[in-house]
């Protein structure tokens, strides 16, 4: 049967006690909704139905770019009523499964065998084993083992309240019999509201094969309902990623402390220090190693290349055996040759830095071509932006760049050429040539260190607007 997935992210969550509708908490770097969302585009859904309330357009601007159909639940009368506000948009002839927008862990495995479950005679729920299951509806069985009715919590017997196995509100379903069962609920219970548990004893009634499959961790079936709770998951998740990684051969130092807030792809020998954050795409080659404090946000990396402590690297593809940092901060655009060095304090955007070639200290670098084999010396900036436009700089093979210079674009710098520390170089440096250009240097012998004038002496020479002059002669008068 062909899939249809129905998503409830209509909550409020006032327990979150936040501006932010509960769907949108972050985890891992990307909202609740987004992680559920990545599940159900990984069943092959034909369509997705995402039923939303509670700062709805937030929620609707989110994922605008998104091919979701959107339901609008604009009263919360419980999670049957919702179900009923995507039905009208979902054939007869398809498979309906429920997911939540604030249980972000559920694995695809799960849910693949979930659905296997189901059928045109068949409803399957997924249910969790707890030691303690209070605040969860209990899943009933009779004593063949099949599964009769779901009791919520409010309305359970001391005796239905001892059930260990617990619902988590994921069901699959075929849709006319399901649209059919949502019409007949009704909300005389506790809480005055239509539980979408009851169509589990509508199914019964009519004769489905009602089947609750138990998932296998309780970790992926937990929701999220106030700060606390999301920082659990985010600790789950954590632990998940670096797991999986671990089990890749990445060597994690210590996995509680790593961050993982993306897809990362590991060679061989990979080793990453504590308190690494890893977002977006990044790729680590064969004996990549990443140190401590370092974040990497859609990077790439080539074998052996070494990432020193508390460096950024953003949109950066990195060549085989370079060294960055520490402290380096890699910027969009930004791409290292094999064999590149980029040091302490230095940060490139939108440039390239060839094979060989080093920055070791203190330099930025921005929209620039660097030729293989240059020295850049410490303070080196390229001054490429006027105020309005950005202007390029181009570094020849082998030239030597010396420390403090300001190369102001657009410029070239020939291969092989040497510019001279300090210089400020404004038009085309020739190749293998030397370049300088300096303000003359004077030593004034009979120069003297000031002396701390007394107070009155101070205000005298304020008040007269005076100030030493460089060479130690006496006072100049400010006009």
């Known amino acids: ?7 409830l992210a209509a909550g409020q969550g006032k327990r979150m006690k936040s501006d932010l509708p509960k769907v949108l908490q972050p985890l891992a770097g990307r909202p609740l909704l987004g992680h559920v969302l990545d599940c159900a585009r990984a069943l092959g859904a034909a369509a997705v139905h995402v039923v939303y309330g509670h700062g709805g357009e937030a929620v609707r601007a989110a994922f605008r770019d998104e091919p979701l159909e959107w339901a609008l639940q604009a009263e919360q009368h419980g999670t049957g009523h919702a179900v009923m506000q995507a039905m009208p948009a979902i054939p007869d002839d398809h498979q309906v499964l429920v997911l939540y927008g604030d249980v972000p862990l559920v694995r695809v495995a799960t849910l693949q065998a979930l659905i296997g479950r189901g059928g045109e005679r068949s409803l399957a729920l997924l249910s969790v084993m707890l030691e303690d299951a209070t605040g969860y509806g209990r899943v009933l069985r009779d004593n063949a083992g ?3 009715r ?14 260990r196995e617990a619902n ?32 589990v004893t509508l199914a019964v009634r009519d004769g489905f094969k009602v089947e609750a ?5 309780v970790a992926e079936v937990l929701g999220v309902n106030d700060k606390v709770q999301l920082a659990e998951l985010e600790s ?28 990362v792809v590991a060679g061989r020998d990979v080793e990453l220090d504590v308190n690494v954050v890893l977002e977006g795409s990044v790729t680590l080659g064969d004996r990549v190693r990443v140190a401590a404090g370092c974040v990497l946000r859609n990077v790439t990396l080539g074998a052996d290349t070494v990432v020193h402590p508390h460096s950024v690297l953003d949109g950066a593809e990195v060549g085989p055996g370079c060294s960055v940092g520490p402290f380096a901060r890699l910027r969009p655009g930004a791409r290292l040759g094999a064999g590149a060095h980029v040091g302490n304090f230095v940060e490139l955007k939108n440039a390239d830095l060839g094979d060989g070639s080093k920055a070791n200290h203190l330099s930025y670098l921005g929209d620039s ?14 001054c490429n932006y006027d105020g309005v436009n950005k202007w390029p700089t ?17 410029v070239t710098i020939g291969a092989g050429a040497t510019v001279g520390a300090g210089s400020t170089i404004t038009r085309a440096v020739p190749p293998g040539a030397l370049t300088l250009e300096r303000a003359s240097q004077r030593t004034v012998a009979t120069w003297s260190r000031p002396t701390k004038a007394d107070a009155a002496e101070r205000a005298r020479r304020i008040a007269a607007g005076e100030r030493p002059s460089d060479d130690g002669s006496a006072p100049e008068s400010v006009t």
Do not use: C, H
């Open 1 to 7: 049967m062909t899939l249809s997935v129905v998503i």
């Open 146 to 148: 099949s599964v009769y």
């Open 150 to 163: 779901i009791v919520e919590q409010k309305d359970a017997t001391r005796k239905e309240l001892a059930v």
């Open 168 to 199: 988590t509100g994921l069901m699959v379903a075929p849709a006319a019999a399901f649209r059919r069962w949502l019409s007949s609920l009704r909300n005389d219970n506790a809480q005055g509201e239509y539980y979408l548990t009851d169509v």
């Open 213 to 217: 499959q138990v998932a296998p961790t």
């Open 236 to 263: 789950e998740y954590r632990r998940q990623r670096a797991r999986e990684l671990m089990l890749g051969g990445v060597t994690v130092i210590d996995p509680a402390r790593l961050e993982v807030r993306g897809t």
């Open 369 to 382: 071509v660097i030729g293989s084999g240059v020295n850049v010396g410490a303070g080196t900036i390229t």
């Open 394 to 410: 181009v570094i020849g093979d082998g030239a030597f760049i010396g420390s403090g210079a300001m190369l102001v674009a657009p």
